[in-house]
């Protein structure tokens, strides 16, 4: 079934694929990656195959059965748009969401180039949320202008794990901007200064602004335990969402 999420801005999880390859540096520290292979040590069913590739048509359902209103993360443990998921299982996900209307999805990727590719021909339901990885100027910003060719109701960045200054970032039809550091024992630290900059960008544009977590490593620059650093930025907590009614669409 479709598990509650510990993430801050979703509710529940859904995984209709596990397991994926790395394609940047936001990929190095992969949390997915070391949970899946501790849940294929556990004998957890879907993780034989620990962190590789794995379609899971069972699960395909889960949120057809659940008729609470819930705001799903698609693939936690994947990413929906790998190049070896085809489009026939895509559509066959795609079709599950516009079956549940009363659920909203929100689905990230790192594989941002294969967005306009896919919905050029198809469009994209009202209920998902729309968004790519942007963890550096390299890999991550490219990113932005693939998610903005496509006519979703909400797009929206999730700048975790943040392993740089982004400098200057166009953030044009962008609603939600989602911003991180890295956690783990091998985590990479984030400077104030970096979240500084996007969410003053962020304010400029007119996007939602959620400051996730520190990560492991404080806002003091010491690393410790991610719990012990908190969430806390500019004396606050920043959880805002992006306001659905009348979002921005081309």
Not at 14 to 36: H, L
């Given at each position: 079934?479709?598990?509650?999420?510990?993430?801050?801005?979703?509710?529940?999880?859904?995984?209709?694929?596990?397991?994926?390859?790395?394609?940047?540096?936001?990929?190095?520290?992969?949390?997915?990656?070391?949970?899946?292979n501790r849940l294929q040590a556990m004998n957890i069913k879907g993780y034989e195959n620990g962190f590789k590739l794995s379609?899971?048509?069972?699960?395909?359902?889960?949120?057809?059965?659940?008729?609470?209103?819930?705001?799903?993360?698609?693939?936690?443990?994947?990413?929906?748009?790998?190049?070896?998921?085809?489009?026939?299982?895509?559509?066959?996900?795609?079709?599950?969401?516009?079956?549940?209307?009363?659920?909203?999805?929100?689905?990230?990727?790192?594989?941002?180039?294969?967005?306009?590719?896919?919905?050029?021909?198809?469009?994209?339901?009202?209920?998902?949320?729309?968004?790519?990885?942007?963890?550096?100027?390299?890999?991550?910003?490219?990113?932005?202008?693939?998610?903005?060719?496509?006519?979703?109701?909400?797009?929206?960045?999730?700048?975790?794990?943040?392993?740089?200054?982004?400098?200057?970032?166009?953030?044009?039809?962008?609603?939600?901007?989602?911003?991180?550091?890295?956690?783990?024992?091998?985590?990479?630290?984030?400077?104030?200064?970096?979240?500084?900059?996007?969410?003053?960008?962020?304010?400029?544009?007119?996007?939602?602004?959620?400051?996730?977590?520190?990560?492991?490593?404080?806002?003091?620059?010491?690393?410790?335990?991610?719990?012990?650093?908190?969430?806390?930025?500019?004396?606050?907590?920043?959880?805002?969402?992006?306001?659905?009614?009348?979002?921005?669409?081309?």
């Open positions: 079934m479709a598990t509650k999420s510990q993430i801050e801005w979703t509710e529940q999880t859904w995984n209709p694929t596990t397991g994926c390859t790395k394609i940047s540096q936001g990929c190095k520290n992969c949390y997915a990656e070391n949970m899946a379609l899971m048509p069972e699960r395909l359902e889960q949120p057809i059965r659940r008729k609470k209103s819930t705001i799903y993360f698609v693939n936690s443990m994947s990413d929906l748009f790998h190049e070896e998921i085809s489009d026939q299982y895509l559509d066959r996900v795609f079709s599950v969401i516009r079956q549940t209307p009363h659920h909203t999805y929100q689905i990230l990727t790192k594989r941002a180039e294969r967005l306009p590719d896919y919905f050029r021909d198809r469009d994209c339901p009202t209920n998902v949320w729309l968004g790519v990885s942007v963890e550096d100027r390299r890999y991550g910003i490219p990113r932005i202008d693939y998610l903005r060719q496509v006519n979703a109701k909400i797009r929206f960045l999730s700048v975790e794990p943040l392993i740089e200054d982004l400098g200057v970032i166009d953030l044009t039809n962008i609603h939600w901007v989602i911003v991180g550091g890295e956690s783990g024992p091998k985590a990479r630290p984030m400077k104030p200064e970096w979240v500084e900059n996007i969410k003053q960008q962020a304010d400029d544009f007119g996007a939602a602004f959620f400051f996730k977590q520190w990560g492991g490593w404080g806002i003091d620059g010491v690393k410790r335990q991610k719990k012990a650093n908190g969430r806390i930025f500019r004396g606050r907590t920043w959880d805002a969402y992006p306001q659905v009614i009348g979002a921005i669409s081309n």
